[in-house]
């Protein structure tokens, strides 16, 4: 199936732990995001990759960091988790960068809780 | 800069009900205009997206229309059903230049009861 899938799909961990969440997309899109979507769910861009380089990085705790090894995958790496983390992410692939009629496919979410 | 402004639920219908979510958006320009619906447990996914003034989107029954005179893309069905119980977002993109983050609103949880 083409698919943006990412794992894990649950993941319970203690404060101050280090955690990664991965993200694969085989719709050959150039272009990765990463959004947090909180318990209200409000969606917030994170990081954004096009082609392997990072374009987007909002206000983000520089503990969460992002890591493209090609164009079909991007990862997500958090250290000392707090309690204000949990939430759900969601991995999101679109065809290119700049385009007004931009379409995201997302994956199905990784529900993060930290204890 | 970008935001998009869309109704407070959450939104209780019984099935067969006529639909209205408000979209409003404040952009700098001319920007695509966006429904995505997450369904329990789910991703979100495009509904129906416009890209110019007066353009109308449309999907599963669902339509919405790009008003730039009112900046406004209201999301409206004329009967809907069970399986339509979903958060649905509003979300612009501006279109051209560097400014490609897609903006969501803060969604519209809508329950439909049978």
């Known amino acids: 199936d083409t698919a943006v899938s990412q794992t894990p799909k649950y993941l319970v961990t203690q404060m101050g732990n280090d955690k990664s969440i991965k993200c694969e997309q085989n719709l050959g899109h150039d272009t990765m995001y990463w959004y947090k979507q909180d318990s209200k769910k409000f969606l917030k861009i994170m990081f954004s990759y096009n082609n392997k380089e990072l374009i987007i990085n909002e206000t983000v705790p520089n503990r969460f960091s992002p890591k493209s090894p090609d164009k079909a995958h991007l990862n997500l790496h958090i250290n000392s988790l707090e309690l204000g983390d949990s939430a759900v992410y969601f991995c999101a692939s679109s065809p290119r960068l700049t385009s007004g009629a931009n379409v995201l496919t997302f994956g199905a979410g990784s529900r993060l809780t930290v204890l | ?114």
């Open chain 2, 1 to 114: 800069g970008n935001s998009v402004t869309q109704m407070e639920g959450p939104v209780t219908l019984s099935e067969e009900a006529f639909l209205t979510i408000n979209c409003t958006y404040t952009a700098t320009g001319y920007p695509s205009l966006f429904w995505y619906v997450q369904y329990p447990g789910e991703g979100l996914q495009l509904l129906l997206k416009a890209t110019k003034a007066d353009d109308k989107g449309s999907n599963k029954g669902f339509e919405a229309t790009y008003r730039k005179e009112t900046t406004s893309f209201h999301l409206e069905k004329g009967s809907v059903q069970v399986s339509d119980s979903a958060v649905y977002f509003c979300a612009l993109v501006f279109s051209g230049g560097s400014n490609y983050k897609l903006t969501f609103g803060k969604g519209t949880l809508l329950t439909v009861n049978p």
